[in-house]
């Protein structure tokens, strides 16, 4: 390989691309650096887009990773409007359908997802995902022009827009194949109370049923359900997951099992070829596996480390996943990674809206989500990183303070 680095193309209009950007030159590295998107927005973030973006809070320009003119000040070139079609690794350079040919010593894959489509939807007007800017701007119009809008699928893009809905004044129903919205993160206990937030203001939740198809000749006019009912509906929004952009690198050789495979320091099997943010499934040191998270803070630390490594760090990528969510006077956060078999305990009280709750696995804490508490996220972020055991009741009683549970032993 060579070692000199003249040039760093950086592919993709997200936070992993931008902070990637931004982590070269604070890195000191004054070489080329160009950002290519097929977006025709400069980076931003995506959080905003289902929450304040989408009901009118937060103005569009709040979303960029960086004000319109760092760019230029720091030397940084950004390609929009055209998309990378090839990677050459033989002569390393990146081709787009714009026909430029940029020559690359290395390669950032920060490509992201597209949200899965809803089978048979087929051309129907009325049917719409959420993923970019241009997204959350026309389905905010569609949902102040609509009646009633049908959210399929209760994860955190559907209860988030069903949630952003009811605040604009339009009737909503969700649904989903599983018992509770958010049911395969956080569970039948926890997914309950969020489907009770729901149902408390005003959605019309359909769990346990899935979609059998869609009504309409040439706009969506109901949805139809496995347990034989129809909803009449003006707008169906579909939030049913995402599937990472994979092509360019399966079309380049790379290695590709549910994203970019990737090795603890986000480098594919080329050592030349990084990767971060959604299309990132990394060696994960703590669980021992790969993982592809699909959040914002894993976009944010994924790409300043690969910025980083691409320099020679050679650091690994070892934080704890992390997501936030706000959902009508509910805010929550979320760290570690918990599975469905976890014993899960809760500290304060879920009718007030304020608790905590933990997921333990053998007796030791691996993920915690905090509701309406805000001064909590660094403690339990130590005790999760400790992966000490600790009794269940010392975890429920709050008068036992967090941070004494963090503190390391002796």
């Known amino acids: 390989m060579n070692d000199r680095i003249d040039h760093v193309v950086l592919i993709g209009g997200g936070l992993a691309a931008a902070k990637a950007a931004e982590g070269l030159r604070a890195d000191g590295y004054t070489g080329a650096v160009i ?8 980076p931003y973030e995506r959080p905003p887009l289902s929450k304040g973006v989408l009901v009118g809070d937060e103005s569009e320009d709040t979303v960029h990773v960086h004000p319109a003119d760092w760019y230029a000040e720091h030397e940084v070139e950004v390609i929009t409007g055209d998309a990378v079609t090839t990677i050459d690794r033989t002569a390393g350079r990146v081709v787009t359908a714009g026909g430029r040919s940029l020559a ?25 995902t959420l993923r970019t800017l241009d997204d959350s701007r026309r389905l ?4 102040r022009a609509a009646g009633h809008v049908t959210v399929v699928g209760a994860g955190w893009i559907g209860c988030e827009v069903a949630a952003a809905a009811r605040r604009l004044g339009t009737e909503v129903a969700m649904v989903d194949p599983l018992a509770t919205p958010l049911h395969r993160v956080l569970g039948p206990r926890i997914g309950t109370l969020f489907g009770d937030l729901h149902r408390r203001h005003g959605v019309d939740l359909r769990p346990g049923v899935g979609v059998t198809g869609l009504h309409g000749t040439d706009r969506v006019e109901g949805v139809g359900l496995g347990d034989g009912t129809v909803i009449d509906t003006e707008l169906v929004v579909v939030g049913i997951g995402v599937v990472p952009r994979v092509e360019l690198a399966e079309a380049a050789g790379l290695a590709v099992r549910d994203g970019v495979v990737l090795d603890a320091t986000l480098v594919t099997d080329d050592p030349r070829i990084f990767a971060a943010g959604d299309v990132a499934n990394a060696w994960h040191p703590r669980y021992q596996r790969h993982l592809r998270v699909e959040h914002w803070s894993n976009a944010l630390h994924q790409g300043r480390l690969a910025a980083a490594n691409m320099l020679g760090a050679g650091q690994a990528h070892d934080a704890l996943p992390y997501f936030f969510s706000d959902q009508y006077d509910l805010g929550m956060e979320y760290r570690g990674l918990a599975e469905a078999s976890d014993e899960i305990v809760v500290r304060g009280d879920p009718e007030r809206g304020e608790f905590v709750a933990f997921w333990l696995h053998e007796g030791r804490p691996r993920a915690a989500m905090n509701v309406n508490l805000w001064d909590v996220g660094d403690d339990l972020r130590r005790l999760l990183e400790a992966e000490r055991r600790v009794p269940p009741e010392l975890l429920r009683d709050p008068e036992v303070p967090l941070a004494d549970l963090a503190a390391d032993e002796g």
Do not use: I, N, Q, W
Request: proline share 5%; no cysteine.
């Open 35 to 42: 950002l290519v998107t097929d977006e025709t927005h400069r």
């Open 104 to 128: 690359f010593d290395r390669l950032l894959l920060a490509t992201g997802a597209v949200p899965r489509s809803l089978p048979g939807a087929g051309d129907l007007d009325g049917v719409v």
């Open 140 to 143: 905010g119009e569609l949902l």
